[in-house]
Protein backbone atom coordinates (compact mmCIF):
# COMPACT_ATOMS: atom_id res chain seq x y z
CA UNK A 1 0.00 0.00 0.00
CA UNK A 2 1.51 3.86 -1.42
CA UNK A 3 1.66 5.71 2.16
CA UNK A 4 2.90 8.97 2.18
CA UNK A 5 3.09 10.72 5.67
CA UNK A 6 4.18 14.91 5.88
CA UNK A 7 5.73 16.51 8.81
CA UNK A 8 7.40 19.14 9.30
CA UNK A 9 4.96 22.36 9.73
CA UNK A 10 4.59 24.36 13.00
CA UNK A 11 3.51 28.52 13.04
CA UNK A 12 6.60 30.52 11.96
CA UNK A 13 7.11 34.06 11.91
CA UNK A 14 6.98 35.98 8.63
CA UNK A 15 10.83 36.12 7.36
CA UNK A 16 11.80 32.80 9.05
CA UNK A 17 12.86 29.48 7.80
CA UNK A 18 11.24 25.73 7.57
CA UNK A 19 11.52 22.18 5.91
CA UNK A 20 8.95 19.76 5.34
CA UNK A 21 9.79 16.16 4.92
CA UNK A 22 7.94 13.12 3.37
CA UNK A 23 8.35 9.76 4.27
CA UNK A 24 7.16 7.49 1.17
CA UNK A 25 6.42 3.61 1.52
CA UNK A 26 4.80 1.05 -0.73
CA UNK A 27 6.71 1.69 -3.94
CA UNK A 28 10.20 2.22 -5.49
CA UNK A 29 10.45 5.58 -4.17
CA UNK A 30 13.66 6.43 -7.35
CA UNK A 31 11.26 5.81 -10.33
CA UNK A 32 9.02 8.16 -9.91
CA UNK A 33 8.53 11.95 -9.92
CA UNK A 34 7.47 13.62 -6.63
CA UNK A 35 5.47 16.75 -6.37
CA UNK A 36 4.39 19.49 -3.37
CA UNK A 37 1.32 21.04 -3.49
CA UNK A 38 -0.30 23.44 -0.93
CA UNK A 39 -3.68 24.69 -0.24
CA UNK A 40 -4.06 27.69 1.62
CA UNK A 41 -7.16 28.62 4.56
CA UNK A 42 -10.69 27.99 2.19
CA UNK A 43 -8.52 28.24 -0.81
CA UNK A 44 -8.17 25.72 -4.23
CA UNK A 45 -5.12 23.63 -5.03
CA UNK A 46 -2.11 25.26 -5.98
CA UNK A 47 0.99 23.25 -7.27
CA UNK A 48 4.54 24.29 -5.52
CA UNK A 49 7.24 22.18 -7.34
CA UNK A 50 8.16 18.81 -8.42
CA UNK A 51 11.59 16.59 -8.26
CA UNK A 52 12.25 13.57 -10.91
CA UNK A 53 12.87 10.51 -10.05
CA UNK A 54 16.93 10.45 -9.67
CA UNK A 55 16.49 14.09 -8.45
CA UNK A 56 17.95 16.35 -11.27
CA UNK A 57 15.73 17.78 -12.62
CA UNK A 58 13.36 20.72 -10.36
CA UNK A 59 10.80 23.07 -11.10
CA UNK A 60 8.98 25.67 -9.07
CA UNK A 61 5.99 27.52 -9.15
CA UNK A 62 7.24 31.52 -9.97
CA UNK A 63 5.49 32.35 -6.07
CA UNK A 64 8.20 30.31 -4.33
CA UNK A 65 11.17 30.10 -7.02
CA UNK A 66 13.87 31.55 -5.32
CA UNK A 67 13.03 31.21 -1.98
CA UNK A 68 12.16 27.20 -1.76
CA UNK A 69 13.86 24.00 -2.30
CA UNK A 70 12.87 20.70 -3.55
CA UNK A 71 14.84 17.92 -2.85
CA UNK A 72 14.60 13.96 -2.49
CA UNK A 73 16.44 11.70 -0.49
CA UNK A 74 16.35 8.15 -2.48
CA UNK A 75 17.94 6.45 0.30
CA UNK A 76 15.60 7.58 2.55
CA UNK A 77 12.71 7.17 0.50
CA UNK A 78 12.18 11.15 1.54
CA UNK A 79 11.18 14.16 -0.40
CA UNK A 80 11.78 17.76 1.46
CA UNK A 81 10.87 21.09 0.79
CA UNK A 82 13.07 23.50 2.51
CA UNK A 83 11.08 27.22 2.63
CA UNK A 84 13.16 29.74 3.44
CA UNK A 85 12.10 33.82 3.72
CA UNK A 86 9.05 32.25 4.54
CA UNK A 87 5.24 35.17 3.78
CA UNK A 88 1.96 35.36 5.30
CA UNK A 89 0.64 33.85 1.99
CA UNK A 90 2.71 30.86 2.48
CA UNK A 91 0.25 29.94 4.65
CA UNK A 92 -1.08 26.54 3.90
CA UNK A 93 -1.78 23.15 4.29
CA UNK A 94 1.40 21.35 2.04
CA UNK A 95 0.82 17.84 0.26
CA UNK A 96 3.13 15.69 -0.66
CA UNK A 97 2.00 14.02 -3.99
CA UNK A 98 3.29 11.26 -6.18
CA UNK A 99 3.56 11.32 -10.07
CA UNK A 100 1.66 7.93 -11.69
CA UNK A 101 4.12 7.65 -14.45
CA UNK A 102 7.39 5.46 -14.28
CA UNK A 103 9.90 7.69 -15.12
CA UNK A 104 8.61 10.21 -15.97
CA UNK A 105 8.04 14.22 -15.46
CA UNK A 106 4.61 15.07 -16.56
CA UNK A 107 2.12 12.22 -15.19
CA UNK A 108 -0.80 13.19 -12.93
CA UNK A 109 -0.86 12.42 -9.59
CA UNK A 110 -2.20 9.58 -7.89
CA UNK A 111 -1.58 9.18 -4.54
CA UNK A 112 -1.37 11.99 -1.67
CA UNK A 113 -0.33 12.80 1.69
CA UNK A 114 -2.67 14.25 4.15
CA UNK A 115 -0.56 17.04 4.40
CA UNK A 116 1.38 19.31 7.14
CA UNK A 117 0.14 22.91 7.85
CA UNK A 118 2.59 25.55 7.96
CA UNK A 119 1.43 28.78 9.68
CA UNK A 120 3.25 31.67 8.78
CA UNK A 121 2.39 34.24 11.38
CA UNK A 122 3.81 37.16 13.68
CA UNK B 1 2.53 29.38 -17.59
CA UNK B 2 -0.83 27.72 -18.74
CA UNK B 3 -3.60 29.24 -16.99
CA UNK B 4 -6.48 26.97 -16.67
CA UNK B 5 -9.72 27.93 -15.99
CA UNK B 6 -12.84 26.32 -14.46
CA UNK B 7 -16.63 27.18 -15.13
CA UNK B 8 -18.88 27.44 -12.99
CA UNK B 9 -16.79 28.39 -9.85
CA UNK B 10 -20.22 26.87 -8.03
CA UNK B 11 -22.97 24.01 -9.22
CA UNK B 12 -25.94 22.96 -7.49
CA UNK B 13 -27.78 19.74 -9.17
CA UNK B 14 -30.63 17.24 -7.95
CA UNK B 15 -29.50 13.92 -6.69
CA UNK B 16 -29.74 11.00 -10.22
CA UNK B 17 -29.36 14.47 -12.66
CA UNK B 18 -26.58 15.52 -14.71
CA UNK B 19 -23.43 17.50 -13.18
CA UNK B 20 -21.38 18.78 -15.82
CA UNK B 21 -17.97 20.61 -14.80
CA UNK B 22 -15.90 22.79 -17.65
CA UNK B 23 -12.01 23.55 -17.78
CA UNK B 24 -10.37 25.64 -20.41
CA UNK B 25 -6.84 25.74 -20.82
CA UNK B 26 -4.79 29.13 -22.19
CA UNK B 27 -2.93 26.71 -24.38
CA UNK B 28 -3.28 23.24 -25.79
CA UNK B 29 -2.23 20.15 -23.50
CA UNK B 30 -2.75 17.44 -26.60
CA UNK B 31 0.96 16.44 -26.99
CA UNK B 32 1.42 15.06 -30.29
CA UNK B 33 3.15 12.70 -30.20
CA UNK B 34 1.62 10.47 -28.62
CA UNK B 35 -1.54 12.40 -29.43
CA UNK B 36 -2.25 12.11 -25.55
CA UNK B 37 -4.28 14.73 -23.71
CA UNK B 38 -2.15 15.85 -20.61
CA UNK B 39 -5.08 16.59 -18.03
CA UNK B 40 -6.26 15.57 -15.23
CA UNK B 41 -9.34 15.78 -12.76
CA UNK B 42 -9.58 15.61 -9.06
CA UNK B 43 -12.38 15.08 -6.40
CA UNK B 44 -11.75 16.82 -2.96
CA UNK B 45 -13.85 16.25 -0.24
CA UNK B 46 -14.03 18.37 3.30
CA UNK B 47 -10.60 17.59 5.28
CA UNK B 48 -9.74 15.37 2.56
CA UNK B 49 -6.52 15.46 0.34
CA UNK B 50 -7.28 15.47 -3.65
CA UNK B 51 -8.41 12.26 -4.95
CA UNK B 52 -7.15 11.38 -8.35
CA UNK B 53 -10.50 10.83 -10.84
CA UNK B 54 -9.31 11.30 -14.66
CA UNK B 55 -6.23 11.22 -16.20
CA UNK B 56 -5.46 11.77 -20.27
CA UNK B 57 -8.58 13.69 -19.96
CA UNK B 58 -10.42 10.65 -20.44
CA UNK B 59 -9.41 7.45 -18.65
CA UNK B 60 -10.77 6.48 -15.49
CA UNK B 61 -8.73 5.99 -12.66
CA UNK B 62 -8.65 2.20 -10.87
CA UNK B 63 -12.08 2.22 -8.93
CA UNK B 64 -13.84 5.47 -9.72
CA UNK B 65 -17.59 4.65 -10.44
CA UNK B 66 -18.27 4.66 -14.07
CA UNK B 67 -21.03 7.60 -13.69
CA UNK B 68 -17.87 9.71 -13.85
CA UNK B 69 -16.42 10.81 -17.68
CA UNK B 70 -14.14 13.15 -18.95
CA UNK B 71 -13.88 14.36 -22.25
CA UNK B 72 -12.43 17.11 -24.28
CA UNK B 73 -9.38 17.75 -26.23
CA UNK B 74 -6.66 20.41 -26.72
CA UNK B 75 -8.12 23.17 -25.12
CA UNK B 76 -11.40 22.20 -23.51
CA UNK B 77 -12.47 19.23 -21.30
CA UNK B 78 -15.41 18.29 -19.44
CA UNK B 79 -15.91 16.38 -16.36
CA UNK B 80 -19.11 14.84 -16.28
CA UNK B 81 -21.49 12.36 -13.49
CA UNK B 82 -24.40 10.99 -15.26
CA UNK B 83 -26.44 10.63 -12.37
CA UNK B 84 -25.49 12.67 -9.08
CA UNK B 85 -24.98 10.97 -5.89
CA UNK B 86 -25.02 12.32 -2.52
CA UNK B 87 -21.37 10.95 -2.17
CA UNK B 88 -20.24 13.26 -5.10
CA UNK B 89 -20.48 16.33 -2.93
CA UNK B 90 -17.17 17.83 -3.21
CA UNK B 91 -14.72 20.37 -4.81
CA UNK B 92 -13.70 19.34 -8.40
CA UNK B 93 -10.01 20.44 -9.92
CA UNK B 94 -8.57 20.35 -13.26
CA UNK B 95 -4.81 20.09 -13.84
CA UNK B 96 -2.66 19.98 -16.85
CA UNK B 97 0.44 17.90 -16.22
CA UNK B 98 1.55 19.08 -20.09
CA UNK B 99 4.40 21.11 -18.70
CA UNK B 100 5.82 22.44 -15.21
CA UNK B 101 4.59 24.07 -13.50
CA UNK B 102 1.52 21.69 -13.28
CA UNK B 103 -1.40 24.33 -12.78
CA UNK B 104 -4.81 23.63 -11.30
CA UNK B 105 -7.81 25.18 -12.01
CA UNK B 106 -9.52 27.33 -9.41
CA UNK B 107 -11.89 24.20 -8.33
CA UNK B 108 -15.63 24.20 -8.69
CA UNK B 109 -17.63 23.17 -5.85
CA UNK B 110 -20.91 21.02 -6.11
CA UNK B 111 -23.83 20.83 -4.23
CA UNK B 112 -26.96 18.94 -4.13
CA UNK B 113 -29.92 21.08 -5.28
Known amino acids: EVQLVESGGVVVQPGGSLRLSCAASGFTFNDYTMHWVRQGPGKGLEWVSLISWEGSSTYYADSVKGRFTISRDNSKNSLYLQMNSLRTEDTALYYC???????????????WGQGTLVTVSS | DIVMTQSPDSLAVSLGERATINCKSSQSVLYPSNNENYLAWYQQKPGQPPKLLIYWASARESGVPDRFSGSGSGTDFTLTISSLQAEDVAVYYC?????????FGQGTKLEIK
Open chain 1, 97 to 111: AKGSGYQNRDAQLDY
Open chain 2, 95 to 103: QQYYTPPHT
